[in-house]
């Protein structure tokens, strides 16, 4: 069995993401591509992250939390607007996408990428960690895509 993937056309894995995707630019999300869903996947759920903010925010910085991404969809457009997903709290206190922003040197950004055994009745203002504790079980598949961004 081929293990679930997850790429960007915009960056490759441990490269830069490119600024425009960044806060204080143009904040749109990055274009991604999603490959080998594994066959017992009801949903897909993804989550953007910055590991490198526990220092200076004292957490892990959520940036995107989406659930409920049909398992036949094979890439999230740039800018995407989901019709067919729920996109949950980030650490801004926003509903969908919120780039990176590192406040004091260069950041990695880990895209983790989940299949699914059942879709999640969350509401809205979900955030990641509420939405790690409905995955809890429920994981047939995970990947992961990082990317670094200046500060």
């Known amino acids: 069995?081929?293990?679930?993937?997850?790429?960007?056309?915009?960056?490759?894995?441990?490269?830069?993401i490119p600024a425009k995707y960044g806060y204080r630019a143009e904040n749109v999300n990055p274009p991604l591509a999603i490959a080998n869903v594994p066959d017992e996947a009801v949903s897909l759920a993804l989550v953007m992250d910055d590991p490198d903010a526990v220092e200076p925010a004292g957490k892990v910085w959520d940036h995107w939390v989406v659930w409920n991404v049909p398992p036949d969809r094979r890439e999230i457009s740039e800018n995407w607007t989901p019709s067919d997903a729920m996109e949950g709290t980030n650490d801004y206190g926003e509903v969908g996408y919120g780039g990176p922003n590192p406040p004091d040197r260069e950041h990695r950004y880990r895209f983790t990428l989940f299949a699914l055994d059942s879709t999640l009745s969350l509401p809205a203002d979900t955030d990641a960690d509420a939405l790690g504790e409905a995955m809890a079980g429920h994981i047939v598949g995970q990947t992961q895509l990082e990317g670094t961004y200046p500060a």
């Open 1 to 16: 069995m081929t293990a679930l993937e997850l790429t960007s056309p915009a960056f490759d894995d441990g490269e830069r």
